[in-house]
C-alpha cells in the first residue's frame, strides 16, 4: 500500500499538480503541497489510521534537534555535491532546472513573505505529513531500520521528478526518515525540512542566483566550492547519528568519515588543477605577512588575449580571517570581485566574461587578518 499510495502521489503530481504550478505559478505551488496534506489526511480517514499513529508529535531534546540539525546539515552539503555533479555528467538535465523555478516565482512578482511560505513552511508541513506521515506507516513493520531509511529516501528523490536534484532529494529524504525512524517525531523533521528550504530559498532569492544560466562548466566551478564546504559534511553525519542514537554508535564512523573527507579534498584539488578542456593563462602562489587589515595582498597580474569566459580560482590556506577578491584592468576598474568561502579552506572560485587586456588581481585582507602569513594559490584558466 506504500508503494500504492506513492504511484497515486506520482500520477497526481505529473497529469495535475506540474500544470497547475505551470499555470498559475506560486499558487500553484501551494495548491499542490495542500493537496499532499489532504490526501495523507484522507488516506489516514479511508484506512482508520490513528491521527497519533501516522502523525506522531511529541517534545524533542535540545540533544535530540542538535542531532537532526548536524544530520540535515551534513546531508545538505553532499546533496550540493551530488547536483553539481549531476549537472557536469548530464548537462541536458540543466535545462530547465528548478533553480530557474525560483525566478519564475520573483519575476511573477512574489513578496518574500509569500515565497517563504510557498517553498519553506508549506513542504514542511505537507510533505512530511505524506512521506514520513501517510506513505512511511506502510513501511513501519519492517524490521531492519536502515531498509526503511533507503526506501523511503529513493521515493522522496523520484517525487521530485528532477534528474539535477534526484541524489540530493533522496539524501534528504533519508535523512528527513531517519529522525523519524529514530524518534518518531513529526515535528522534528519538519522543523528540519523547514530549515533546509527556508535557507536554500532565501540564498537564491537575495543572491539572485536562480537568474544564472546554468552550464557544465558552471557546475564544474561549483562542484570544486561544494566539495571544499562538504569537507565537515560526513563528521556533521556521524556526529549527528551518534546524538540520534547513541547505542548504536561506533568510533569506527570517524574513520570512515575522516577517509570521505579525504577523498573529497584530493579531488577538490585535482578539479581544480587538471581541466584538459581549459587553457591555464596565470597560475601563481604568493606568501605574506598581514601588517594590518583592509590592505591588498602584492598583484597577480595576467593577459587575457581573446574576449570570452574565464574562471578564476583562489585557494588560500594557513589562515582564519576573513578574505576577499578584487579583480581590475588596466584602468584600475573593478570587473568582479567578492567574498572568499570559508570552509577548512578559504575557496574562490568564480567564471567571468572578460575582454582583450591587462587584469590584476588583489587578495584584500579583511578582520582578523592582521598577523597571518596565508599561503595563496590563484590560477585564471580559460574556457
Avoid at 591555464?280 to 597580474?301: F, G
Wanted: glycine fraction near 8%.
Amino acid at each position: 500500500m506504500g508503494f500504492v499510495l506513492f504511484l497515486v502521489v506520482v500520477v497526481l503530481v505529473i497529469f495535475v499538480l506540474d500544470p497547475v504550478q505551470e499555470a498559475w505559478k506560486v499558487k500553484g505551488l501551494i495548491a499542490t503541497e495542500a493537496s499532499f496534506l489532504v490526501l495523507a489526511i484522507a488516506y489516514a480517514l479511508l484506512f482508520r489510521i490513528p491521527f497519533k499513529e501516522m502523525f506522531p508529535v511529541r517534545r524533542f531534546s535540545a540533544r535530540d534537534l542538535f542531532g537532526s540539525m548536524l544530520l540535515v546539515t551534513g546531508g545538505t552539503l553532499f546533496g550540493l555535491v551530488s547536483v553539481a555533479a549531476t549537472g557536469i555528467i548530464f548537462p541536458k538535465a540543466l535545462e530547465g532546472s528548478d533553480l530557474q523555478a525560483i525566478q519564475n516565482y520573483v519575476s511573477g512578482g512574489t513578496g518574500y513573505p509569500l515565497l517563504m511560505f510557498a517553498m519553506a513552511f508549506m513542504p514542511a508541513v505537507c510533505e512530511e505529513a505524506l512521506h514520513r506521515g501517510a506513505i512511511i506507516s506502510n513501511f513501519r513493520t519492517i524490521k531492519k531500520d536502515w531498509v526503511i531509511v533507503l526506501i523511503m529516501g529513493l521515493l522522496f528523490g523520484i517525487n521530485h521528478l528532477s534528474v539535477l536534484r534526484f541524489v540530493n532529494t533522496a539524501v534528504m529524504g533519508a535523512c528527513l526518515t531517519y529522525i523519524v525512524v529514530k524518534k518518531n517525531n513529526l515535528i522534528l523533521s519538519s522543523l528540519m525540512h523547514f530549515m533546509i528550504n527556508f535557507t536554500s530559498a532565501s540564498i537564491s532569492y537575495f543572491s539572485g542566483a536562480s537568474s544564472i544560466q546554468l552550464t557544465a562548466e558552471r557546475m564544474r566551478g561549483a562542484l570544486i566550492v561544494y566539495l571544499f564546504l562538504g569537507l565537515v559534511a560526513p563528521f556533521f553525519i556521524v556526529i549527528g547519528l551518534m546524538l540520534l542514537n547513541p547505542q548504536a554508535h561506533k568510533n569506527i564512523r570517524f574513520v570512515f568519515a575522516g577517509i570521505i573527507t579525504a577523498v573529497m579534498l584530493i579531488s577538490a584539488f585535482a578539479l581544480m588543477f587538471t581541466n584538459p578542456a581549459a587553457k591555464v593563462i596565470a597560475q601563481t602562489n604568493i606568501s605574506y605577512t598581514v601588517e594590518s587589515e583592509n590592505i591588498d595582498s602584492p598583484p597577480v597580474s595576467f593577459t587575457v588575449g581573446t574576449e570570452g569566459e574565464y574562471t578564476v580560482d583562489v585557494v588560500i590556506m594557513n589562515a582564519s580571517g576573513s578574505y576577499s577578491v578584487r579583480i581590475e584592468n588596466a584602468q584600475g576598474d573593478t570587473v568582479a570581485g567578492g567574498l572568499i568561502t570559508s570552509s577548512a579552506f578559504k575557496v574562490y572560485n568564480r567564471q567571468i566574461g572578460l575582454e582583450p587586456g591587462e587584469y590584476r588581481i588583489y587578495v584584500v585582507n579583511g578582520i582578523g587578518t592582521k598577523g597571518e602569513k596565508p599561503v595563496i594559490n590563484v590560477q585564471v584558466t580559460s574556457n
